[in-house]
């Protein structure tokens, strides 16, 4: 089965209005990744917290959207020594960074990019999440990164959690954030955008990003 949303809720409406949209301040946007790390790490953090703090500090890192996150495969990941997921995009690095290998746009151009340590700390913690969501499903965990986090219905049908998870489920996860942010913290900051692009430029537009390198296309034929 492919990739599912988290809810029978009917999509909203495309708007009508397009990019540009307001960015958030960088403040703002480190402010929704401390955040998020923070609730992630907790004891009693619930993994839908934990994925879209994966979510943040990946894009706070590299700058992908959601359609290059959906395209991360655990392999992907380097961790480090003690980091589940260790793959193939490893190299030299600072103490406690990792890296990620990410497939960019529609051409799914490939580039690593170094993690930050506290972004591995985050992808350490959901690694074994990941695992715990996908124990009730036949044979073994999913490639993908990320994943969905609660049962769900498909066609009538109901899903086990742990199954790669859609745009639209990724969409649906930041607004149910954020509408619970802002009804918490109203009176205290101004709202949160319900789009996670509009944080995602915020990123980007600073040049916190680390750019990566270039790889080769994976079906690409060595020369002899």
């Known amino acids: 089965m492919g990739p599912v949303s988290e809810t029978e809720e009917t999509p909203p409406a495309p708007a009508s209005t397009r990019y540009p949209r307001p960015t958030v301040s960088l403040d703002e946007a480190e402010w929704v990744w401390r955040q998020l790390s923070v609730e992630a790490l907790r004891p009693d953090g619930k993994p839908e917290i934990v994925r879209l703090a994966v979510i943040a500090g ?16 655990a392999e992907d990941l380097d961790l480090g020594a003690d980091g589940a997921g260790r793959g193939r995009v490893g190299g030299a690095r600072a103490a406690g960074e990792g890296h990620v290998l990410v497939r960019h746009g529609k051409h799914r151009t490939p580039r690593r990019h170094r993690v930050p340590p506290e972004v591995v700390v985050v992808l350490r913690h959901w690694m074994v999440v990941r695992t715990e969501l996908a124990a009730e499903l036949e044979g073994s965990v999913p490639r993908a990164l990320l994943l969905t986090v609660h049962h769900t ?8 959690s742990g199954l790669p998870i859609t745009r639209q489920g990724l969409v649906l996860s930041w607004r149910r954030f954020v509408h619970r942010t802002n009804a918490r913290h109203g009176a ?24 990566g390198n270039a790889l080769p296309p994976e079906n690409s034929v060595p020369s002899t």
Not at 58 to 73: E, H, I, N, S, W
Not at 189 to 210: C, H, K, M, S, Y
């Open 58 to 73: 990946l894009t706070r890192a590299t700058g992908a959207r959601y359609g290059d996150l959906l395209r991360v495969r």
């Open 188 to 211: 205290l900051r101004p709202p949160l955008p319900t789009r996670f692009e509009q944080v995602r430029r915020a990123w980007t537009d600073a040049g916190l990003i680390d750019p």
């Open 153 to 160: 219905h498909d066609n009538g049908t109901t899903v086990s």
